[in-house]
């Protein structure tokens, strides 16, 4: 139980760490992208307006239409603007191309930027990125520029960045991860501690209680054959059985949860049969039918004594809160699990109440203190038992019916 408490907290923390990095990485690079992109379109339409064809082409121009140009939209000034390499490719209505701008020689050939910008001419796209070149597209009256900007170091110094942070974040979320392990352990411990006492508390006083207990029950015994019938010795007998089934459920409580588990090998077909037999006639007084239903040849490894006893817990239990007419009991294996299903017609269980039934003298229905000889402690040992099992159990409920179903490990 604490070991995955454990566990859920480590994940919790790296959980945590592992989105708060990962959104932090994700602000950081979407924004620089986002900044990056709205550069290169700036710098891109201030190339573009700044842009004009020789005067030998002047003659494309519409008649009456002046030689476009104007203010860029940014500062050719700017180191930015200087440091950065630009390419240009004019094509008219036609398809012919004018002009490429490729000085000095680069690494992309005029035949690329030809055939490039032949392409984005013939999309939809005005701005864009192809092959680490970002392009913008525009009308310049009489002929398409398309005009491009190398974004080659930029990307392969983002692509550096990015991959030596998660280098050194993947190393760091390592060691968060043994801190996490760390702090885990020092939340749990006093928990765990806690834990431990409470059982030994249990288990000690179980013993301590069991001695004054049958030497009340000897004393009480011996008097009613001397003084025969009183009121007064029989509520002493009526709570001192009463206490008696208290300390032997606490006794077995404890004994389950700390006892080591003796392990052999069970036909748990043959024990789920065997055990639900005398169940049938306690069914059969309270105006109850027993079905079962029972797979063969289902084994498993575990302790024949508490697979008895959790069988016969969960039976006990369906049949006193039935309030229909039948108790099912099912033993089915699917995927090396056998699967143990209790189930009785009763009201729904509050789902918020369904996790404490399996906590200690936690009863649904507060106002019975204990009158029935059922202190809250059946379904406490029946999880400790499923738990010992490496398996697990768990409340089911729907259409009327109330379902306990155990899974444990099968061969």
Not at 23 to 36: H, N, R
Not at 73 to 78: H, V, Y
Not at 258 to 265: G, K, R, S
Not at 326 to 353: C, D, F, M, Y
């Amino acid at each position: 139980m604490f070991r995955r408490s454990r566990r859920k907290i480590v994940a919790a923390i790296m959980c945590i760490l592992v989105l708060l990095w990962v959104g932090t990485l994700g602000v950081i690079y979407a924004s620089s992208y986002f900044e990056m992109k709205k550069q290169n379109e700036q710098m891109l339409q201030a190339h573009a307006q700044m842009y004009n064809l020789p005067q030998s082409f002047e003659g494309l121009m519409p008649p009456n239409r002046p030689m476009p140009g104007g203010a860029p939209g940014f500062n050719p000034e700017s180191p930015k603007f200087q440091l950065s390499t630009f390419y240009s490719v004019a094509v008219s209505y036609d398809g012919s191309v004018l002009e490429i701008k490729n000085e000095p020689p680069t690494v992309h050939s005029n035949a690329d930027l030809e055939q490039l910008a032949v392409t984005i001419i013939k999309g939809d796209k005005t701005f864009g990125t192809e092959n680490n070149l970002a392009f913008y597209k525009t009308d310049k009256g009489g002929y398409i520029l398309v005009a491009f900007m190398d974004n080659t170091v930029i990307n392969e110094s983002a692509m550096t960045l990015l991959r030596y942070t998660l280098i050194f974040g993947g190393a760091a979320l390592v060691l968060f991860f043994f801190v996490s392990v760390f702090l885990a352990k020092k939340i749990v411990t006093p928990l765990e501690e806690s834990y431990q006492k409470q059982k030994q508390f249990i288990s000690d006083a179980g013993h301590e209680l069991k001695t004054p207990v049958s030497v009340v029950s000897a004393n009480a015994e011996l008097l009613s054959r001397q003084i025969g019938d009183n009121q007064w010795l029989a509520n002493i007998q009526y709570e001192n059985e009463r206490m008696g089934m208290l300390v032997a459920q606490l006794l077995d409580l404890a004994r389950t949860e700390n006892a080591a588990l003796q392990i052999e090998h069970i036909d748990l077909s043959r024990l789920v049969a065997g055990e639900s037999l005398p169940f049938e006639s306690v069914a059969y007084e309270k105006g109850l039918t027993l079905n079962s239903n029972i797979a063969e040849n289902i084994a498993v490894d575990g302790s024949s004594t508490q697979l008895k006893q959790l069988v016969s817990i969960l039976l006990d239990n369906a049949i006193r809160h039935s309030t229909g007419g039948a108790v099912w009991l099912h033993l089915t294996k699917g995927h090396a699990v056998a699967s143990l299903r209790v189930i009785n017609q009763g009201s729904e269980i509050p789902v918020q109440q369904r996790e404490k039934l399996f906590e200690r003298f936690y009863r649904v229905d507060t106002a019975r203190n204990g009158e029935d000889k059922h202190y809250g402690l059946g379904l406490a040992i029946a999880k400790a038992i499923a738990t010992s099992h490496k398996g697990r159990i768990e409340v089911l409920c729907y259409d009327g019916l109330v379902e306990f179903k155990v899974q444990i490990p099968a061969q």
